[in-house]
């Protein structure tokens, strides 16, 4: 069984600065790509980021670009999500979630249904 544990969230002004980070089990972790999604109240959970198994790739939602930036270091099964200049409507509970094997990552990266597993969420406010 595969568990992703995340961490790194809390609150933040406004411009301020947040780092997520996403410690996956098991010792295949460089075989998947990874995801990042984020929940706020009363909304669907949505796409934010995706990094594919060798770090090469990395796509984004368009209202994070150039603010967020994704990487991996498979060495230490680690996913990370820098977050900069981090805005109120970024407020949700972040997840990171690991792409099935049989994903096609150009195509189907910000697809939840793309990923298998998800770890427990991470809150993430952003006062004004």
């Known amino acids: 069984q595969v568990q992703l544990v995340e961490s790194g969230g809390g609150l933040v002004q406004a411009g301020g600065s947040l780092r997520l980070s996403c410690v996956a089990s098991?010792?295949?972790?460089?075989?998947?790509?990874m995801g990042w999604f984020r929940q706020a109240p009363g909304k669907e959970r949505e796409f934010v980021a995706a990094?594919?198994?060798?770090?090469?790739?990395?796509y984004y939602e368009d209202s994070v670009k150039g603010r967020f930036t994704g990487s991996r270091d498979n060495a230490k099964n680690t996913a990370v999500l820098q977050m900069n200049s981090l805005k109120p409507e970024d407020t949700a509970v972040y997840y990171c979630?690991?792409?099935?094997?049989?994903?096609?990552?150009?195509?189907?990266?910000?697809?939840?249904?793309?990923?298998?597993?998800w770890g427990q969420g991470t809150q993430v406010t952003v006062s004004s």
């Open positions: 098991g010792r295949t972790f460089s075989n998947y790509g």
């Open positions: 990094i594919n198994w060798s770090g090469a790739y990395v």
């Open positions: 979630a690991r792409g099935k094997l049989t994903m096609d990552f150009h195509a189907d990266h910000a697809n939840l249904r793309s990923y298998d597993y």
